[in-house]
Every structure is written in structure tokens, then in C-alpha cells.
């Protein structure tokens, strides 16, 4: 029986969404057929349009749409005749796509339009003489090096035919040349990364263009930017922070995608952390560790401190919260037949709550080994924070609901207290925390750098 009425509901539900569709696409063929007496032929194709796109099957919307968008194709192809006639040959192929398009675009409706193989042959004619005058104005624009002329008429040659010509290898030379240009004087005045930038763009577009390979290498080689990291050093009152951080910032800054930022080798780093250190103690003057770390390549120390690593966590809070369990009893009613009541009994339930926050802070400085100044300086803070709420109860979960303030029955907070019953009651760890918390700092820190190289190698 159950499974009888649910076929019968299905189909009465099938019958009205059907009913509800053809009633919509009649409604638009209504105004599509008042648009028609007004002689507003491009809104009735568009009312038809959407009286076919709710019922494909509406045979006055079909005829409508076959009427209407018939019109409005044939005016697009007037428009075509009248720029063809001016010679205003960019325009005329420009209005003739469209006609293409919207003729595509109702035919996927079901509705095939006529279209004229006269007016196909007369845009073939258009399009050559169009072609003609593009690649003439491009070729003129090539001449004076007004680059981005000629790339603008060689790209609308190609996007109406690919092989047009030499066009193809004329738009390399128009998008190209004045690419190597910038690169090459980028070069001149040592702006090493607007030249890689510039001649790394060319090469997308032709990576045999002139000698644009070997000058990107010398760009690179000697815009390159070496760092070494030296130990980092802990004012926290936690253990192995200080080698902790450093590993996470150098993970990160050897992911960088800077192709001028690179961390030199780990022997090196010891020697020229070394030579520094001694520096910093007196023992050797400044000059000595800029002069080792010139020797191996690097150009500047990262510094990194922890300043601060602070953990807070709360003791478990177990609160006594009112509720009630729902239960049913029988009864029987004028009928004589069994029912059953609803009845809810107090009870109580408990509910734990429990937090965590770390709050961490380091500095960064990044030391010329050049210069011997302090190219950057920067404190970075972070906090993170995790809590539980969860409940447990000692009776039948199933059955159980919140108190309103007022001692009733709170059954809108019911969902809220059963996903509580099914909250994890343990914290994130301390260590996942600090460490959550140590590789977004590495992250921040690389940014920092990279940043910075923008500066230093422009």
C-alpha cells in the first residue's frame, strides 16, 4: 500500500512540474506573439527563446522562434550588406559572426534558420579584401616599430585565419622585439630582474628569438641573490624553538618561487656563521665575515629570533545543565483505539568546555654581507586558538533536550545539543599548535624576503 502511493505521488509530481513547464513557455509565447503585433521582432525571438528553453516540445514557440529569429538573422545580415557596400570592411565581418553565432545558438534549440550561401560567399570575398588591408596596415606598423600596432593587426589576421602569409612569424616579431629591447637595456643599467622578467615573457611566445636564451642566463647569474642562514637564537622559555624555526624558514625560503633567491650550501653557511660570530665577539673585525661571505657566494645573513612563545590552556569546565528526556505514554482514545502522548521528565546532563591559545613571537633581519647594514627588520605575531564543548549524559541521548532560560522544552535547541553530544573532547596538542603557528611565521617570513629582493634586485 505504502509503496502504491508513493508511485502515485511520484507521478503526480512528474504531471505538475511538467504542467508547470508548459505553462511558463505558453506564458513567454504569449509575449512573444505581442511583441510580434508591435513589430518588436528582436524581444519576440528572445521571448521565444525562452518559451523553447522551458519546453522543447512547444510547437507555437518553435514556429514563433522559426519566425522571429528568421528576422532578426536576416537584419543581421543587412547590417553586414550596408558595412559591405561602405567598405567598411572591419565592421561588416564583425557583424557577420555574429549573424554565425546567433544562427548556431537557435539551431541548438531545435530551430534551423536560413542561411544564404550568397551572403557566405559575399563574406568570403570581405574577409580577403579585409585580410589584405590587416596585413598591410601590420607590415607598415613593423616598419616604424610601432610594435604594438602591427601586433594588434597581425593577431586579428590570425584569429581569422592561421595560416594567412607570414603573419604568424611577423606577430613573433611584433610581440617579441620590443620584449628583447626592454630586456637588453634592463641589462645596461643592471636591473637584472626586469630584464629575466621581460626576456622569460619572450621566450613563452619563442624561446629561439634572437639570443634571448643566453641573455636571460646572465641575467639571472648575475642578479642572483645568496643567503645564509645563521643560528637562530631562543627568548622563549621552550626548548629547541630556535632550531625549529630555522628549519621551517629555511624549507620555505628554499620552496621560494624568486628565481633570484637561493640559500647557499650547508658547509658554507657553517664557515661564514663562523667568521660572523667571531665578528660579533670582537675577536675578528666586521669586514672579515663580508669578505668570507663575498668568497662563498653569499650576499646576506638571515637572522631570525624567538622572541616569545607563550601556552595557555584552561582546566576542564564541567557545568550541570537542565534538560529533559522525552517519553511516551499510553493511552486509549473515544475511539478505543491505543495512542500515545508525549510526556518530558527533568533530567540533567553535563557539559564540559576546555581552551587552548598560543601566542608566538619572532623577529627577522636580514644582514648585507655587503654592506654589513640591515636591509630588513621585521617582528611577526601569531596567535592560535582551540576550544571543546562537549556534552555527555548518562541517559538515553536519543530523547534528550535542552532547557529554555524560562525551565520549557527548547526543541530549536536540540540540533545544537545533539552535535555537541558528538564534539571530540580532546585539544589540539601543544606541540601541533606551536608548530601550526611556526610554519605560518616561515611562510610570512619568505614573503618578507621575497619582498625585499624585489628591492635589492630590481
Partial sequence: MLAARFIQ??????????????????????????????????????????????NSYNPDALAGLQRAGQWVLNDYLRQFDEFRMAHNRARAVVVFEEAEAYASKIEKLGVRLVFLESARTAFEQVKNAHLDELYADGVEALET??????????????????????????????????????????????????????????????????DAAELRALALENGRFAMALVAFENGSNRMGMETKLRSFVQQAIAKSSDPFLMLVDRENQALILQEHQLALSGVLDGSTSVQVGSMMGAKAILKGTVVSCDVNTS????????????????????????????????????????????????????????????????????????????????GNAKYLYPATSSGTVSRSGRSALMRKMQNRTELNSESKMVDDLIIDCASSVNRLVENELKRLVP
Fill in 145 to 210: 616599430e610601432d610594435f604594438g600596432t602591427a601586433l594588434e593587426q597581425f593577431s586579428e589576421i590570425l584569429r581569422l585565419q592561421e595560416d594567412y602569409e607570414d603573419t604568424a612569424a611577423l606577430a613573433r616579431i611584433a610581440y617579441c622585439e620590443p620584449l628583447y629591447r626592454e630586456g637588453v637595456q634592463a641589462l645596461d643599467i643592471e636591473h637584472w630582474r626586469t630584464a629575466f622578467t621581460n626576456l622569460e615573457r619572450l621566450m613563452e611566445r619563442d624561446d629561439l628569438y634572437k
Fill in 9 to 54: 505521488f511520484s507521478w503526480v509530481l512528474v504531471i505538475a512540474i511538467a504542467w508547470t513547464g508548459c505553462s511558463g513557455s505558453k506564458a513567454y509565447v504569449k509575449r512573444g506573439l505581442k511583441m510580434e503585433e508591435l513589430g518588436m521582432m528582436d524581444q519576440a525571438a528572445r521571448f521565444y527563446q525562452t518559451a523553447v528553453s522551458k
Fill in 315 to 394: 582546566r576542564l569546565q564541567k557545568f550541570d545543565q537542565a534538560g529533559f528526556e522525552s517519553y511516551r505514554v499510553e493511552r486509549v482514545n473515544e475511539d478505543g483505539k491505543k495512542v500515545y502522548d508525549t510526556k518530558y521528565r527533568s533530567v540533567r546532563y553535563q557539559e564540559y568546555t576546555r581552551s587552548r591559545s598560543v601566542n608566538l613571537t619572532i623577529q627577522i633581519q636580514l644582514i648585507s654581507l655587503e654592506t654589513g647594514k640591515t636591509e630588513m627588520s621585521e617582528i611577526l605575531t601569531r596567535s592560535l586558538r582551540d576550544e571543546v564543548d562537549y556534552v555527555r549524559y548518562s
